[in-house]
């Protein structure tokens, strides 16, 4: 487990490892975690065309990144397979010298049609999210704008399509708490699949959140541990997210992203780009730094590296952290996830 020396440090020197890259804020979900359809309906205001970065742009910003130590890329939203050509843009990134991996996060409604064009284009996994396996508590969730099965179908494509899988189950009690222990049941029996629950977090101001919806991780691990024995694995390198466990009976493995009650700021990797070409330090950002106004301006591949360094150099967010010492700190601005990318 190693740190990417090469990389810029911040503040608190944490190497920069991990770029994710929103190319859209539109979804065809309505979750309401992050969606939810009394904010944006039907005729919401999306960002418009001329605003959000294109493939030649995010491509030449992704490259300067990768040439500072980036190795990894997550393609996000949004929903990213509503964009026009997403197979051009994976093509596009697969290009770069030295970038190891490729990942693209969706509701996994459209993976049927993109799977396999997706994955000759050089992406390499895909993160699904899937709150419920009871379609009920599904569609509650995510605004009755799809099913379990529509999923599930996008998942299929996916194996079949030889890309990695792991599914993201976003737990808030009193909505889907009941469907732990049936979503680890169901995919125990697929080894090459990773379910992660992941914490009920504060991100934007939309989502209605409070602590006391959160369901510590440590609670979801004892009520699976009534079902199957799990043992703690070690991290695959620095600024893993997830805390993972694999079954003793099973080659499965889930896994935990405990950012509310086990926080994992000391050794966050991850550097954020919305559609409209801002970057964000932290999922819980209140201000972005404009990116896409340097590239349009005619900046050199220099000029972008070395505002992308200055960026960095100067980064301190430990918003997990603070609310872990105050349960609410004081109040800021918050950017909607569906804009930043999760």
């Not at 487990?1 to 539109?26: G, H, V, Y």
């Not at 970038?99 to 993109?114: D, S």
């Not at 694999?246 to 950012?259: M, P, R, V």
Request: charged content about 30%.
């Amino acid at each position: 487990m190693t740190k990417n020396n090469n990389a810029p440090l911040d503040t608190l020197k944490r190497p920069l490892f991990d770029l994710r890259i929103s190319i859209t804020d539109r979804c065809n979900f309505r979750c309401t975690y992050c969606m939810p359809s009394d904010i944006f309906p039907t005729d919401y205001g999306f960002l418009p065309k001329t605003t959000i970065l294109s493939y030649e742009e995010i491509i030449k910003i992704a490259t300067n990144f990768v040439e500072l130590g980036v190795r990894k890329v997550r393609v996000t939203g949004g929903e990213p397979l509503l964009r026009k050509d997403v197979v051009q843009l994976v093509e596009g990134l697969n290009k770069i010298e030295n970038l190891r991996e490729i990942g693209l996060t969706t509701n996994g409604v459209l993976l049927p049609k993109y799977a396999k064009q997706l994955k000759n284009a050089g992406l390499k996994r895909v993160n699904v999210s899937l709150d419920a396996i009871n379609n009920d508590v599904f569609t509650k969730m995510n605004g009755n704008k799809g099913t379990v099965t529509d999923v599930l179908k996008g998942i299929d494509a996916a194996l079949d399509a030889g890309l990695g899988v792991k599914i993201n189950m976003v737990v808030r009690k009193g909505w889907n708490e009941q469907e732990i222990v049936p979503m680890a049941k169901y995919f125990k029996e697929k080894s090459n699949i990773t379910l992660r629950f992941i914490e009920f977090m504060d991100v934007g101001a939309s989502n209605g959140w409070r602590l006391d919806d959160v369901i510590p991780s440590k609670e979801i691990l004892n009520e699976l541990q009534k079902f199957s024995q799990l043992e703690p694995v070690n991290p695959d390198y620095y600024g893993e997210v997830a805390k993972r466990y694999k079954y003793l009976d099973s080659d499965s493995e889930i896994g935990f992203i405990t950012s509310v009650t086990e926080t994992f700021c000391s050794s966050c990797t991850r550097i954020r780009i919305s559609a409209d070409g801002k970057i964000y330090t932290c999922l819980f950002a209140s201000e972005g730094h404009d990116i896409k106004s340097i590239v349009r301006n005619g900046a050199t591949n220099d000029d972008i590296k070395d505002y992308i360094i200055d960026v960095w150099n100067k980064r301190e967010d430990r918003y997990s952290d603070v609310r872990h010492i105050n349960t609410f700190p004081e109040k800021r601005k918050k950017i909607e996830m569906s804009y930043i990318g999760g």
